[in-house]
């Protein structure tokens, strides 16, 4: 019995190496996992956040291209239309001139700027109301230098590849589809064709790689005119 018990001796050396050893890369092969688990969590939520800003600054150029409004018979909504800016008429609202008066459409210039130097789109407002003399600058006239109000919509945003920012469309003959493309920038005679426009940009996200492409197409519902 004293001889087998003296006999257990413990770990060597080279036993108590090998235990640390293999302790060590089982050690660090949990923290590689835990490494990657929260770099890939990080890139989730980024990926959640970019697309959700895109959306929301989706939202909101779709919606003011959608109020589009024309001043008269003769002239549409649109004062000009290029690949990175569009420039248009439109009413998102009612709003009493005065205590007295009874509530008049809100009559707005509004230009939208993507700029490729800061990645975000800008929005110039020039408000006026129906009737004159409240009327914002015409088509014709240049806007005065300082909008009533500048802010950004979206930031964070590039180009998906060649596609322009803006695109625009007339309507075809046969079937009678808004699916004709329009040159950009738009020629005087084409302002009044165009239809549809298509928006089409991509969010990004602060970690490399993170992007969500968003694409939308607006019709023109405002065929008649409301002003004029």
Do not use: K
Request: aromatic share 6%; with cysteine; net charge negative.
């Amino acid at each position: 019995m004293s001889a087998r018990l003296s006999d257990e001796r413990g770990f060597t050396l080279v036993e108590l190496m090998a235990a640390m050893v293999v302790g060590m890369i089982v050690l660090f092969a949990l923290f590689a996992i835990v490494d990657n688990a929260v770099h890939l969590q990080a890139r989730a939520v980024d990926a959640i956040e970019a697309n959700d800003r895109g959306r929301l600054g989706m939202d909101l150029i779709s919606q003011q291209l959608s109020s589009r409004v024309c001043l008269s018979g003769g002239q549409g909504s649109l004062v000009s239309g290029a690949a990175n800016e569009v420039e248009f008429f439109a009413s998102l609202g009612l709003t009493p001139e005065s205590t007295t008066d009874s509530q008049q459409l809100v009559l707005q210039r509004r230009r939208l700027t993507y700029r490729p130097a800061s990645n975000d789109v800008r929005e110039e407002i020039w408000v006026g109301s129906q009737p004159a003399p409240a009327l914002p600058p015409g088509p014709a006239d240049s806007p005065p230098a300082a909008p009533t109000r500048t802010h950004t919509i979206v930031s964070g945003v590039a180009l998906v590849g060649d596609t322009p920012f803006f695109s625009y469309f007339a309507m075809t003959d046969d079937p009678p589809q808004p699916t004709q493309p329009l040159t950009t920038p738009l020629a005087a005679a084409d302002l009044s064709l165009a239809t549809r426009i298509n928006v089409s940009f991509v969010a990004q996200g602060n970690v490399a790689g993170v992007r969500s492409e968003l694409h939308n197409q607006v019709l023109d519902r405002s065929p008649g005119c409301f002003f004029g």
